[in-house]
């Protein structure tokens, strides 16, 4: 009882302590630092008298903003800023400078450049006749700017007429629409009943440059494209006249028709003047062919192959016309890289309180056999003093693990046409590695192969992999006799999935994984299965049955599951300073056939730096399963399924620091109900109940190139508990019992 009152008291007082130094920061004053005559902006608003108006989408045209807030609430780098003295000599007021941000004082200039920007992004908007008003208020030294939108009517495409002076190119755009037609697919941007607004324009000319760039005619570009439009008094509809101009080289040269160019040779030189990838290699990659019409997609293509080519650094293609005639000469040069690297990295250890090190050793080849080839070979050992483990001989850790990989830049696939070869943007990848594990518990061997292929889609943000297949063995060749005496082999700790954990197995899966990332949402998809292949020649023939049930090869059970991972986030940006993510992540795996539990390197687990923080890593679930014993609980603290909900409100603070407030929610559940993990199953009727829901406050250190981050999570509803206190956590917070520390490199998600 006592615990629990100094308990809620330091809670309080820390609440108490962070509520008062709020107000101080808050209520500085920064009235010093404005000029005589001058006005604070203190807030910015846009309103429009159209009803359901977007202002959001004209706020960048106001060019100034008010003071930055911590949260969209807190003014806390004004504040800093404001609790400096004047006197610079004094570290601490430079300090507070630094931290800070000096007061916006408003500008009127500014303010009516605004209305004007803002006046032509209405305009180009479709909205020919928009008005905007700009109203102060002044409250003291602060000033509330207000900006009034009067859009009135938005104009509309009425008729579209083409005027192509060229015959030539008359006939390409007209082939080309009619193909579409015949398709059903979508041609012009320009349509009856569109809004008229500079970006249909654009849109237009963007097309129509595009189809000519692609049909030869290289040196066609989007100033030979102009608009006319016509309107009429009191009518909101607009004809709109579509201008291609002739061919001039400058404004004093005659026009013409536009050329229409094809490729005559292609020439190959590198920084160093030898060329160490195969002609093969260099046909494959180069899109654009001799005698076949310039097309700059194809230019943009070859870029691209080029760029994916681990042996080139970067490339330049330049075209040489040669006289009066229309054929392009292409030189392609080539800056490679150095072919081989060897790399060091020493690292250092700490788990659960056991001090260790590591190193590795990694040697890569980018141009192995003069195909752009990308071998890579890595070792690594590692060294860990165990502590708190009675009954062993030995309490030292030791791993070596040996990696291999070969990546071609190319589909390899038998009886692949040279056509799909070339066009395919596929890497090939082959892999091989050994993992040797000796604790004092076991001692334990990891071997896998896996062929992968990878590809993506640059104008979608769509990479997807493929795995066929991905082999692992894992031998146990040793167990001490303690560890079989009170975990394996105890009467009174009878544990599946422990066990199964703990003896030979096969996994051979099939894989298939998508991702797509456009900077705002961003998409994960997998779904993979194992033992299968397995499965099909053990029926038919006639694999031996071990003594649980399972068919074996070589005298080694295989595992047989299905596996589904579903991952999404959205980034909602409201200024420079401050964001929301929403995040939610599903996983499901179901063993049958030959197998009766995951292995566990497939199995979920929930808490922890990326998953609900107010647990640690694998201390949450499954279901409502409260562990007893850590030593052996993070094997039963595992399941089948796994949901995750996160929303994670960011910030900018100050130089490199970035602040955020979470809220976390989810657990993970078993699909079979297994006697060792009580309240772990998935039930329809009770799994919102089972929903584990956290809180707190994250710090980040960002360096653009990579993220410090630290968190600090409290239990909110906890559904693992022993009292109601417990189980509801936010409202009986107890620091010792609900917080969990966080430190991680890169978002959360």
Same mark, same amino acid.
């Given at each position: 009882?006592?615990?629990?009152?100094?308990?809620?008291?330091?809670?309080?007082?820390?609440?108490?302590?962070?509520?008062?130094?709020?107000?101080?920061?808050?209520?500085?004053?920064?009235?010093?630092?404005?000029?005589?005559?001058?006005?604070?902006?203190?807030?910015?608003?846009?309103?429009?008298?159209?009803?359901?108006?977007?202002?959001?989408?004209?706020?960048?045209?106001?060019?100034?903003?008010?003071?930055?807030?911590?949260?969209?609430?807190?003014?806390?780098?004004?504040?800093?800023?404001?609790?400096?003295?004047?006197?610079?000599?004094?570290?601490?007021?430079?300090?507070?400078?630094?931290?800070?941000?000096?007061?916006?004082?408003?500008?009127?200039?500014?303010?009516?450049?605004?209305?004007?920007?803002?006046?032509?992004?209405?305009?180009?908007?479709?909205?020919?006749?928009?008005?905007?008003?700009?109203?102060?208020?002044?409250?003291?030294?602060?000033?509330?700017?207000?900006?009034?939108?009067?859009?009135?009517?938005?104009?509309?495409?009425?008729?579209?007429?083409?005027?192509?002076?060229?015959?030539?190119?008359?006939?390409?755009?007209?082939?080309?629409?009619?193909?579409?037609?015949?398709?059903?697919?979508?041609?012009?941007?320009?349509?009856?009943?569109?809004?008229?607004?500079?970006?249909?324009?654009?849109?237009?000319?963007?097309?129509?440059?595009?189809?000519?760039?692609?049909?030869?005619?290289?040196?066609?570009?989007?100033?030979?494209?102009?608009?006319?439009?016509?309107?009429?008094?009191?009518?909101?509809?607009?004809?709109?006249?579509?201008?291609?101009?002739?061919?001039?080289?400058?404004?004093?040269?005659?026009?013409?028709?536009?050329?229409?160019?094809?490729?005559?040779?292609?020439?190959?030189?590198?920084?160093?003047?030898?060329?160490?990838?195969?002609?093969?290699?260099?046909?494959?990659?180069?899109?654009?062919?001799?005698?076949?019409?310039?097309?700059?997609?194809?230019?943009?293509?070859?870029?691209?192959?080029?760029?994916?080519?681990?042996?080139?650094?970067?490339?330049?293609?330049?075209?040489?016309?040669?006289?009066?005639?229309?054929?392009?000469?292409?030189?392609?040069?080539?800056?490679?890289?150095?072919?081989?690297?060897?790399?060091?990295?020493?690292?250092?250890?700490?788990?659960?309180?056991?001090?260790?090190?590591?190193?590795?050793?990694?040697?890569?080849?980018?141009?192995?056999?003069?195909?752009?080839?990308?071998?890579?070979?890595?070792?690594?050992?590692?060294?860990?003093?165990?502590?708190?483990?009675?009954?062993?001989?030995?309490?030292?850790?030791?791993?070596?693990?040996?990696?291999?990989?070969?990546?071609?830049?190319?589909?390899?696939?038998?009886?692949?046409?040279?056509?799909?070869?070339?066009?395919?943007?596929?890497?090939?990848?082959?892999?091989?590695?050994?993992?040797?594990?000796?604790?004092?518990?076991?001692?334990?061997?990891?071997?896998?192969?896996?062929?992968?292929?990878?590809?993506?889609?640059?104008?979608?943000?769509?990479?997807?992999?493929?795995?066929?297949?991905?082999?692992?063995?894992?031998?146990?060749?040793?167990?001490?006799?303690?560890?079989?005496?009170?975990?394996?082999?105890?009467?009174?700790?009878?544990?599946?999935?422990?066990?199964?954990?703990?003896?030979?197995?096969?996994?051979?899966?099939?894989?298939?994984?998508?991702?797509?990332?456009?900077?705002?949402?961003?998409?994960?998809?997998?779904?993979?299965?194992?033992?299968?292949?397995?499965?099909?020649?053990?029926?038919?023939?006639?694999?031996?049955? *071990? $003594?649980?049930?399972? @068919?074996?090869? %070589? =005298? +080694? #059970? &295989?595992?047989?599951?299905?596996?589904?991972?579903?991952?999404?986030?959205?980034?909602?940006?409201?200024?420079?300073? *401050? $964001?929301?993510?929403? @995040?939610?992540? %599903? =996983? +499901? #795996? &179901?063993?049958?056939?030959?197998?009766?539990?995951?292995?566990?390197?497939?199995?979920?687990?929930?808490?922890?730096? *990326? $998953?609900?923080?107010?647990?640690?890593?694998?201390?949450?679930?499954?279901?409502?399963?409260?562990?007893?014993?850590?030593?052996?609980?993070?094997?039963?603290?595992?399941?089948?399924?796994?949901?995750?909900?996160?929303?994670?409100?960011?910030?900018?603070?100050?130089?490199?620091?970035?602040?955020?407030?979470?809220?976390?929610?989810?657990?993970?559940?078993?699909?079979?109900?297994?006697?060792?993990?009580?309240?772990?199953?998935?039930?329809?009727?009770?799994?919102?109940?089972?929903?584990?829901?956290?809180?707190?406050?994250?710090?980040?250190?960002?360096?653009?190139?990579?993220?410090?981050?630290?968190?600090?999570?409290?239990?909110?509803?906890?559904?693992?508990?022993?009292?109601?206190?417990?189980?509801?956590?936010?409202?009986?917070?107890?620091?010792?019992?609900?917080?969990?520390?966080?430190?991680?490199?890169?978002?959360?998600?």
């Amino acid at each position: 009882m006592e615990k629990s009152y100094k308990n809620l008291y330091h809670n309080q007082l820390l609440q108490l302590a962070l509520l008062c130094f709020l107000v101080i920061i808050t209520g500085c004053s920064s009235s010093k630092y404005i000029p005589e005559n001058e006005y604070l902006l203190q807030k910015v608003e846009i309103h429009a008298d159209v009803k359901g108006f977007d202002v959001s989408s004209v706020a960048p045209y106001i060019r100034q903003k008010a003071n930055s807030k911590w949260f969209s609430l807190f003014k806390i780098p004004l504040a800093t800023y404001s609790m400096s003295g004047k006197d610079s000599t004094k570290w601490i007021n430079r300090t507070l400078k630094n931290m800070g941000e000096a007061p916006v004082i408003f500008d009127s200039v500014q303010a009516c450049l605004s209305v004007d920007d803002l006046r032509n992004a209405l305009k180009n908007m479709g909205y020919m006749h928009a008005t905007v008003d700009l109203k102060t208020k002044v409250k003291g030294r602060k000033i509330t700017a207000a900006y009034v939108l009067h859009p009135g009517n938005p104009f509309y495409i009425d008729n579209v007429r083409y005027d192509i002076q060229d015959s030539g190119v008359a006939t390409v755009l007209s082939n080309y629409f009619s193909q579409l037609q015949k398709k059903h697919a979508k041609s012009h941007v320009l349509i009856k009943g569109s809004p008229f607004t500079v970006s249909k324009l654009e849109g237009e000319r963007k097309l129509i440059t595009e189809i000519l760039l692609d049909s030869g005619y290289y040196k066609f570009h989007k100033d030979f494209i102009k608009f006319d439009a016509d309107t009429s008094v009191n009518n909101t509809d607009v004809d709109v006249t579509v201008h291609l101009l002739k061919f001039r080289a400058n404004n004093d040269s005659p026009e013409i028709s536009h050329p229409r160019y094809i490729i005559g040779k292609i020439n190959y030189s590198t920084d160093n003047g030898k060329l160490h990838l195969t002609r093969n290699v260099l046909d494959n990659a180069t899109i654009l062919k001799e005698g076949k019409r310039y097309s700059y997609s194809d230019l943009e293509e070859t870029y691209r192959n080029f760029g994916r080519l681990s042996a080139v650094r970067y490339t330049s293609i330049q075209f040489r016309e040669e006289p009066n005639t229309t054929s392009l000469d292409c030189d392609i040069q080539l800056n490679t890289n150095n072919p081989s690297t060897i790399a060091f990295q020493p690292e250092g250890t700490n788990t659960a309180g056991d001090l260790g090190a590591a190193m590795s050793l990694t040697y890569q080849n980018r141009n192995i056999f003069h195909g752009s080839e990308l071998f890579s070979a890595e070792v690594r050992g590692a060294f860990e003093a165990i502590t708190g483990l009675e009954g062993y001989r030995d309490e030292n850790f030791m791993e070596w693990s040996a990696e291999t990989k070969l990546q071609f830049p190319r589909l390899l696939v038998p009886f692949a046409s040279r056509s799909l070869l070339r066009r395919s943007t596929a890497i090939s990848e082959l892999s091989l590695s050994w993992d040797m594990q000796n604790r004092p518990e076991f001692h334990r061997r990891v071997f896998s192969t896996a062929w992968r292929y990878r590809w993506s889609s640059p104008d979608s943000h769509i990479n997807y992999r493929l795995d066929i297949p991905d082999l692992n063995y894992v031998y146990m060749p040793w167990i001490s006799e303690t560890f079989k005496k009170n975990y394996l082999d105890n009467a009174d700790n009878r544990n599946a999935i422990l066990r199964y954990n703990y003896e030979d197995l096969f996994i051979m899966k099939l894989g298939f994984g998508l991702t797509y990332n456009n900077g705002i949402d961003a998409l994960r998809f997998n779904v993979e299965t194992a033992g299968n292949f397995l499965n099909a020649l053990s029926s038919s023939m006639k694999f031996h049955t *071990n $003594s649980s049930g399972r @068919h074996t090869l %070589f =005298g +080694i #059970a &295989y595992a047989q599951y299905a596996k589904l991972d579903f991952d999404y986030t959205r980034l909602l940006t409201f200024d420079a300073h *401050n $964001s929301l993510a929403l @995040h939610a992540d %599903f =996983g +499901i #795996a &179901y063993p049958y056939g030959n197998s009766d539990i995951l292995p566990f390197e497939k199995r979920y687990f929930s808490g922890g730096a *990326n $998953s609900v923080r107010g647990w640690s890593v694998r201390e949450l679930g499954p279901g409502s399963f409260k562990g007893k014993d850590g030593r052996i609980d993070f094997i039963n603290q595992t399941g089948d399924m796994k949901l995750d909900l996160n929303a994670e409100y960011r910030t900018f603070l100050f130089w490199k620091f970035n602040g955020a407030i979470f809220v976390d929610a989810g657990n993970i559940w078993t699909l079979r109900d297994y006697p060792d993990q009580p309240g772990g199953q998935f039930k329809w009727g009770s799994f919102l109940k089972q929903i584990a829901v956290a809180y707190g406050l994250g710090l980040r250190l960002n360096f653009n190139y990579f993220i410090l981050r630290f968190d600090m999570g409290m239990k909110a509803i906890n559904p693992a508990y022993s009292d109601s206190n417990e189980h509801y956590a936010i409202i009986h917070p107890d620091f010792s019992r609900d917080f969990t520390f966080h430190f991680a490199v890169g978002l959360p998600f």
